[in-house]
Nanobody
Framework: VQLQASGGGLVQAGGSLRLSCAVS????????AAWFRQAPGKEREGVAF????????YYPDSVKGRFTISKDGAENMMYLQMNSLKLEDTAVYYC??????????????????????WGQGTLVTVSS
């Protein structure tokens, strides 16, 4: 299994960025797709989740209304569209997938430490 994140970079506050994650070795249509981030000195935080069937999503309040997760089953890709970026969004962003077939809610993060497959991170830096 391999997940390859890309698209990070430097962006001004208020700007937008789109992250991509190419997935191989598993079929995203059977997995929860997710994006996490980790800022320096802080714990890893889940920022976007999409159910295996694509019908439900979950975002924490810190990014709700600004971030959008999507996936392309045919291409086995997942994406994170980030708008209205803030300084506090600066972090290394990771894509991940975990086997789970139900709708997602705030508890979905709990399965990733034990069951998640992870990509390498991509750095997003938001400047003032």
């Amino acid at each position: 299994v391999q997940l390859q994140a890309s698209g990070g970079g430097l962006v001004q506050a208020g700007g937008s960025l789109r992250l991509s994650c190419a997935v191989s070795g598993l079929l995203l249509n059977h997995y929860v797709a997710a994006w996490f981030r980790q800022a320096p000195g802080k714990e890893r935080e889940g920022v976007a989740f999409m159910s295996s069937d694509g019908r439900s999503t979950y975002y924490p309040d810190s990014v709700k209304g600004r971030f959008t997760i999507s996936k392309d089953g045919a291409e086995n890709m997942m994406y994170l569209q980030m708008n209205s970026l803030k300084l506090e969004d600066t972090a290394v962003y990771y894509c991940a997938a975990a086997p789970y077939s139900d709708d997602v809610d705030e508890t979905i993060q709990e399965i990733f430490p034990d069951y998640g497959s992870w990509g390498q991170g991509t750095l997003v830096t938001v400047s003032s």
